[in-house]
């Protein structure tokens, strides 16, 4: 993420609370290195430890529960604090698992899965 940054990156503030809001037509997000580091850059960006993505930043391995590759980036999220909102459609992935464990995060107060940025901001400003 050095140099031009491929970020659409601005914040909201909603209950006193800001919220980093993290738009990109790239993989922003592909390992657990490229996670931290994003984190890294969007906090010392914007000093949120809120923040929302669209789907399409991730890797598309991440939504395929067998490559363990969600909840290892999820886990980083939880253990330096951060509230991490994905937002897009997540209709097109038919296994149960998936779907499973998106409704598992969804009751939680860190991770979400959600339709659309309206609701992310929503619900990250209440948690």
């Known amino acids: 993420m050095a140099g031009r940054s491929p970020l659409d990156l601005r914040t909201i503030k909603k ?3 800001e919220i980093a809001v993290v738009n990109s037509d790239e993989i922003l997000i592909s390992d657990i290195q490229s996670a931290l580091n994003f984190m ?3 906090q010392y960006e914007t000093g949120c430890n809120r923040i929302i993505l669209n789907k399409s930043a991730i890797v598309e391995d991440f939504f395929h529960l ?3 590759i969600a909840g290892e980036i999820l886990q ?3 253990n330096y604090r951060v509230k991490f909102a994905i937002v897009g ?3 097109s992935y038919t296994s149960e698992s998936l779907k499973a464990f998106i409704l598992e995060c969804n009751r939680g107060k860190d991770i979400f899965f959600l339709p659309d940025e309206e609701k992310a901001v929503e619900k990250l400003s209440m948690v």
């Open 15 to 17: 209950g006193g609370i």
């Open 40 to 42: 890294v850059t969007v």
């Open 66 to 68: 067998s490559t363990k």
């Open 76 to 78: 980083k999220f939880i």
């Open 89 to 91: 459609d997540f209709s």
